[in-house]
């Protein structure tokens, strides 16, 4: 993973942004400002997807491009559209594809058995107007599915348990978009155990990707965050490993998981066929097997979210993709 910010964010080229404070910004008459990056060598991968913190407002946006390159020749730059906090996004764009690679939604794919290592980005700050707040960026991060994976241990073992009591709260619970809300409601659960405390739908409506009509774009997720002060980035894990590192800290993160059938993952409610978040909360051992503790927002209420899952199926259902949420140092 590769986590841009503070002095970073100063090796690159500017176009009418100024970089104070440790963020950058447009200077002070100016519209609209682009920020190129140097290239970045990374491992190889076949999968990116990149994450933003910053700060705008329905009158100003950020928009972050991406180009990858295959060994000498570089893709088209990828954008993830104009965010915008509180709901006043224009979306992610369809239809971005080239030789290379191709998006979607919030994931660069590389095409076919190929493999990229190495990636430039553009950060474009807008506003409307000059007279109004300029946009502003203090983080970019890139996360990897890797060309070459290698074999982990999911698991050795806990000799401590974990349990971080995570405000519980269901998206049954909310009218008509509480079956489609699963992300920002493990989003809302995880700020309001770090002290920002909004409701389900307030969370929802600001994180919808007004471009695919859906409510779990990873990077958005993490962008809301980001407008609420805490660092949050997307974050591809090698083993679940890097979640109990992460929990041992006090911090809960956001998972995806998928199943074909609720037997896929015992004590769950339904079978999540086309992706699913929740929050992971701890950890315990019962009769000699692992369970992880999570809070499911699928249950039908908010007592009843807390749950905890064989930790050799969870790992099955669980995409390695979660949600870093925590307070800035």
């Known amino acids: 993973m590769v ?12 176009e009418n942004l100024i970089f104070n404070d440790n963020k950058i910004m447009l200077k002070e008459k100016e519209i609209r400002g682009i920020y190129e990056s140097e290239v970045l060598n990374t491992i190889e991968f076949k999968e990116l997807i990149a994450s933003w913190n910053g700060h705008t407002t329905q009158n100003s946006s950020i928009e972050i491009q991406v180009k990858i ?13 104009k965010w915008s906090d509180r709901g006043y996004n224009k979306g992610s764009v369809n ?3 080239d030789d290379i690679a191709q998006m979607a939604i919030d994931v660069i794919k590389v095409k076919s058995l190929d493999k990229c290592s190495a990636l430039k980005y553009k950060i474009i700050l807008e506003r409307t107007n000059n007279n109004f ?3 502003d960026i203090r983080l970019v991060s890139f996360t990897f599915n890797p060309y070459n994976k ?3 241990q999911e698991f050795d073992g806990f000799d401590i348990e974990i349990d971080i009591d995570v405000p519980m709260r269901s998206q049954k619970t909310v009218p008509e978009i509480g079956g489609i809300i699963c992300s920002p409601t493990s989003l809302s659960m995880v700020m309001e155990y770090l002290g920002v405390n909004e409701e389900i739908v307030e969370v929802a409506a600001g994180v919808k990707d007004n471009g695919s009509e859906k409510y779990g774009n990873w990077s958005y997720n993490t962008a809301y965050a980001g407008e609420r002060g805490f660092e949050s980035y997307v974050k591809k894990c090698e083993s679940i490993k890097d979640v109990k590192e992460i929990l041992l800290k006090g911090i809960p993160v956001a998972a995806s998981i998928r199943t074909s059938s609720q037997e896929d993952l015992e004590g769950s409610f339904c079978a999540h066929e086309s992706g699913h978040l929740l ?3 701890g950890f315990i051992q019962k009769d000699g097997e692992d369970y992880v503790i999570v809070n499911d927002p699928a249950a039908p209420t908010n007592e009843m979210v807390r749950r905890e899952y064989k930790l050799s199926q969870f790992v099955k ?3 390695k993709i979660i ?3 925590r307070k800035t140092k």
């Open 317 to 319: 259902a669980w995409s």
């Open 69 to 81: 390159r295959k060994g000498d020749v570089w893709s088209r730059w990828f954008t993830y559209g």
């Open 3 to 14: 986590i841009i910010k503070k002095e970073d964010l100063l090796k690159g080229r500017y």
């Open 279 to 281: 929050v992971i909360r």
């Open 323 to 325: 949600y870093v949420v």
């Open 150 to 152: 290698t074999s982990k």
């Open 133 to 135: 707040e300029s946009p």
């Open 95 to 97: 239809g971005q594809r």
